[in-house]
């Protein structure tokens, strides 16, 4: 027998019976259409979890909690290197041997027929929001989820509402529109083909939902109207902000006539050339609405009015002149070739974008006043008016590595202008704090007579207490005079501060003919460079502490150093710890900063200073360093209690160190300071003639030094605080008393030669001569 044909059912028929059934279910406006449910199997059992699983209504089940866990302790400790392992461990222990289901929440979106795992509510909104410190601090991310927000008219303030969701801006929401979804929406209101009719609160809710399923979300579908517009701004708790972006006329004057009466600020965004009302009326209650610009209109007088006859006063409040011209040219299109008032995509996101980031400011306190913005991009992005139209010259390389050339050699034996001034070029080439070069030398020829006075222009105030890196540098200037002098065969007498009537005259020093030798080759002296490059620990060296504890003994100091991996890893810390303080201060940040030179060009132009190059920073630490050169940058972080990043480079450099020394001189006088830099320079030419790299690290000495005697003049109570206890676990390592100078602490390393060397001043520029005597200022520059 031949099987019986089957018969399909016709499928226009089974379509429309299909859609019918769809349309009424998207249609529903109970609560299990657009609001989730929420599972705590710790709190709720698993009776309604288990009902909502027979019912067959969830299509799927997603559970990424061990992600969210992971990714949780990651955040919590971003400084920290996590092995998988340890991070898996770690992520887990959040359970506390319960069930991984019982932790967190079970969200039903009845929408997407989906069932999604999540976190506890605090650690949800910890982690969601992760991402926005520190432009928004913990605590202002705290204040902001307390706040409730209306919004009135959900296509910008459908983006705005959704933008305001994800920046975790808002807690408790109210949104009102009385329209459905239409297919001529979906040009600028985020939505799907599948969400065609459905309510627009529906639509925004279900949205901001799916971002955050703990907010407090109340629909107003049937919209604002003259008898319950005060139940939507006070009903449940005042609101904090109301973002109007209806189409009604009437309505928007009726809702700012209210939140003038209950003080309520209001935003609008008209997605028009970006422009943003801000009517603070919780600061100004006798404000008039849309800032005067209608004054005689009020909301009783529009009710009912036809459209034509409110252009009038739509025209008065956008102000026409000010209006895009395409804007201006749909105005008497609409009712003939337009239906309504066009609106585009970009500018309804640009719109939701900036009511959101002036809500964030607003709520938090920050300054925002009333009045009319434009965020237009016809006019930002417009020719003339953007940056780099041509690209910037790459900068060509800094002076290199090489050693500062010489006058020529003068004859040995003869006490000259010639040889004063080689004996000068030598000495210039002595380290200073910051590169200052804090010196002008003058040759005085009758009395044979070189003058070293100090140039307080080239001081750094906040950086250097009572001038002591001053005369630090004084005293290697002074050890590299009497070098030269004795490489000519010329004897050196120097005098410090001879004159009590000038103390600008640090030191002069007199030269006669007589036999005399250098302790260490003239090119050494040239060769003497800071060198900040970052390598591999290795060894000192057998034999190369003693002898550099000899070099700094014979001028009057003591060398300490440390060399253990526990010390330098203490140090380490402790340096950056210093770094950190000192550049989050903002006098010694200014002094800091305006030492620097920061391309090849300003270092060729201003050959004092430090050229970024000299601090051998990778192209990350650059590109951070620049940014941090503006103070309005630490000042940020200072608020936060941010800036740890400022320790790493210390802690790097000192990671790589053979050792870290300091050099302390008996007393805490000028004298002390000037014989410390005498046993500096020593130390130094010493290393560098056995091919050891320097690098001084001297934040902190100096920070201790203006604690301790200055009374923290320049700090305020908590650098106090942190620096006496940094001072505590400092004296750990160095066993300094409170009657010695700390000269100088440094890193001594085994690492290639450096890229850059500091500039040094002409000397034209730091030396001059005159046939006169005495201690006068003549051709002093």
């Given at each position: ?25 998207a ?23 288990t009902?909502?699983?027979?019912s ?12 969210q866990?992971?990714a949780?302790?990651?955040t919590?400790?971003?400084?920290d ?9 770690r ?6 041997g319960?069930?991984?289901a019982?932790?967190g929440t079970?969200?039903?979106?009845p ?27 913990t ?14 008219g ?19 929401f ?7 979804l239409?297919l001529?929406?979906l ?10 009719g459905?309510?627009k ?11 955050d399923?703990y907010?407090?979300i ?16 006070l009903?449940?708790?005042k ?6 972006e ?7 004057v009726?809702?700012?006539?209210r ?8 935003l609008?965004?008209?997605s028009?050339?970006?422009m ?7 600061l ?7 800032h005067g610009?209608?004054?005689s ?12 006859d ?21 105005l008497?299109?609409?009712?003939h070739t337009?239906?309504t008032w ?20 607003l ?8 009045g009319?913005?434009y ?6 992005v417009?020719?003339?008016?953007g ?9 060509t ?11 020529p050699?003068p004859?040995?034996?003869a006490?000259?202008?010639?040889a ?8 210039t ?20 007579r ?13 950086l250097d207490?009572?001038?002591?890196a ?17 490489h ?8 410090t501060?001879?004159d ?16 005399a ?9 040239g ?5 900040r ?8 060296g057998a034999?190369?502490?003693p002898l550099?504890?000899?070099?700094c003994a ?24 210093g ?9 010694m ?13 300003e270092?060729?132009?201003r ?28 000042a ?8 740890r ?9 000192v ?6 020394g300091?050099?302390?001189?008996p007393g ?10 005498r046993a ?7 290393a ?7 690098q ?9 030094a ?7 003049q320049?700090?305020d109570q ?5 620096l ?18 700390e ?12 890229s850059?060397r ?11 001569s005159?046939?006169?005597?005495g201690?006068?200022t003549?051709?002093?520059?």
């Open positions: 027998m031949p099987q019986e044909a089957h018969v399909s059912e016709d499928p226009r028929g089974r379509l429309r019976r299909l859609a019918d059934r769809g349309t009424d279910h249609d529903s406006a109970d609560a299990a259409g657009w609001r989730p449910t929420l599972f705590r199997l710790d709190r709720n059992g698993t009776d309604g979890l009902a909502l699983l027979d067959g209504a969830v299509r799927r089940v997603h559970d990424r909690l061990a992600d866990l992971r949780l302790v990651a919590r400790r971003p400084a290197r996590h092995p998988a392992a340890e991070l898996e461990r992520a887990w222990a959040f359970l506390v319960r069930h991984p019982d932790h079970w969200v039903w979106y929408w997407s027929g989906t069932l999604v795992h999540t976190l506890p509510e605090a650690e949800y909104r910890e982690l969601r929001t992760a991402r926005n410190r520190h432009k928004i601090t605590t202002e991310q705290r204040r902001l989820a307390g706040t409730r927000i209306g919004v009135v959900l296509s910008v303030g459908n983006a705005a509402a959704v933008t305001l969701a994800l920046e975790g801006i808002g807690g408790a109210k949104i009102a529109d009385l329209d459905r239409e001529s929406n040009n600028r209101i985020r939505g799907r083909l599948a969400d065609l459905a309510e609160t529906v639509l925004a809710a279900r949205q901001m939902f799916d971002v399923p907010l407090e109340e629909r107003w579908a049937g919209g604002i109207r003259p008898e319950n517009v005060d139940e939507f701004l009903g449940g708790g609101l904090d902000l109301v973002v109007e209806c189409d009604d006329l009437h309505l928007k009726l809702i700012r006539e939140a003038r009466a209950h003080r309520i600020p209001v609008m965004d008209t028009d050339r970006g943003l009302d801000v009517e603070r009326f919780d100004e209650p006798d404000r008039p609405v849309f610009l209608a004054p209109v009020r909301a009783a007088d529009l009710c009912g009015l036809a459209a034509p409110k252009i009038p006063f739509m025209l008065a409040i956008l102000d026409e002149e000010r209006l895009s011209t395409r804007a201006a040219a749909c008497p299109e609409v009712g337009l239906e066009p609106q585009l995509a970009s500018g309804v996101a640009l719109g939701g974008a900036v009511v959101a980031d002036t809500a964030r400011r709520l938090l306190g920050e300054p925002v006043p009333s009319r913005y965020v237009d991009p016809d006019a930002l417009a020719p003339g008016a940056l780099h139209h041509t690209p910037p010259t790459v900068p390389a800094t002076a290199g590595s090489d050693a500062p050339a010489l006058p050699e004859r040995r034996g006490v000259c202008a010639e004063a001034r080689w004996i000068a070029a030598v000495g080439l002595a380290p200073s704090a910051h590169n200052a070069q804090p010196w002008s030398l003058t040759w005085r020829g009758d009395a044979a070189l003058e070293c006075r100090h140039d307080p222009a080239r001081d750094l105030p906040s207490f009572e001038h002591g001053t005369w630090v540098a004084f005293g290697a200037l002074a050890e590299n005079l009497e070098l030269a002098s004795a000519l065969g010329l004897r050196a007498d120097t005098r501060w001879p009590p009537d000038d103390p600008a005259l640090v030191c002069t020093v007199t030269l006669t003919p007589g036999p030798s250098p302790r260490v080759p003239i090119e050494v002296v060769r003497r460079a800071t060198n490059r970052r390598g591999p620990r290795r060894p000192l034999g190369l502490a550099l504890e000899a070099a014979e001028a009057g100091g003591r060398l300490r150093l440390l060399a253990a991996e526990p010390e330098l890893a203490e140090i380490g810390a402790l340096i950056g710890a770094d950190r303080l000192s550049l989050l201060n903002e006098p940040h200014r002094d800091a900063m305006a030492g620097y030179r920061w391309t090849p060009e270092a060729r132009a050959p004092y200073g430090l050229d970024l190059a000299t601090a051998e920073l990778t192209g990350a630490e650059q590109a951070v360093f620049r940014v941090l050169r503006q103070w309005r940058v630490m940020c972080l200072s608020e936060f209690g941010g800036g990043a400022l320790e790493d480079l210390a802690r790097s450099s990671a790589g160190a053979s050792a870290v300091l050099i302390t001189v805490t006088a000028r004298e002390s300071y000037l014989r410390g830099g500096m320079q020593r130390l130094w030419l010493a560098t003639a056995h091919d050891v790299a320097l001084p690290m001297t934040a902190l000495p100096y920070l201790f203006r604690l301790e005697r200055g009374g923290g320049g700090l908590g650098e106090r605080a942190s006496r206890a940094l001072r505590t676990r400092y004296r750990r390592l160095f066993d300094t008393g409170t009657d010695e100078a000269v100088l602490l440094f890193r001594l390393a085994h690492v290639a030669a450096p850059a500091s500039l040094r001043r002409p000397l034209d520029q730091a030396f001059s005159s046939r006169g005597s201690s006068g003549a051709g002093w520059r």
